[in-house]
């Protein structure tokens, strides 16, 4: 057995106790809300914040999925789009594919310039696969990566 994070108080602050190896690599953490230990990945639980990172090629229109899906309830908090190769034509949208600008509008990058994007939101996603959206570029140029950071439901 061996304890990843630790916490003096336990349910004070920050619950951050992970017990590991349990039994054939089972993890548990404290849980502040169920007053209790549960289970967990080694990487955190409920109300932990992750991200996803993706490269994506904005020289050819289409979508590229950004990481896995979610779980249901899952929060948005914010898109950075870093530009490292320019389109002069070229739009990207991030969001899902019933609304593929939900986390990222068209207007809140410039992909014809190099530079930091980012966009702040806190959007519940419904169990949806995230993805990045490429229309309008007519050269075959460009090259972008995108973070996703989100928050895992509690």
């Not at 991200?51 to 896995?68: D, L, M």
């Not at 739009?91 to 809140?108: F, K, W």
Request: charged share 10%.
């Amino acid at each position: 057995m061996s304890i990843i994070g630790q916490n003096s108080l336990l349910n004070q602050y920050v619950p951050t106790i992970y017990i590991k190896d349990l039994l054939d690599g089972q993890i548990i953490k404290y849980s502040s809300t169920r007053r209790a230990f549960v289970n967990a990945t080694e990487g955190g639980g409920e109300g932990d914040v992750k991200a996803f990172k993706q490269v994506v090629n904005i020289g050819v229109n289409g979508t590229t999925n950004i990481g896995t899906i979610l779980p249901n309830g899952a929060t948005i908090l914010s898109v950075k789009v870093k530009v490292t190769v320019t389109n002069p034509t070229a739009t990207l949208s991030v969001g899902t594919a019933s609304a593929t600008s939900d986390y990222m509008t068209t207007t809140e990058n410039d992909l014809q310039t190099i530079g930091l994007y980012i966009a702040e939101v806190m959007v519940v996603n419904s169990a949806a696969q995230i993805i990045a959206t490429v229309a309008a570029q007519t050269t075959d140029v460009g090259l972008v990566t995108i973070v996703v950071t989100y928050q895992i439901p509690n």
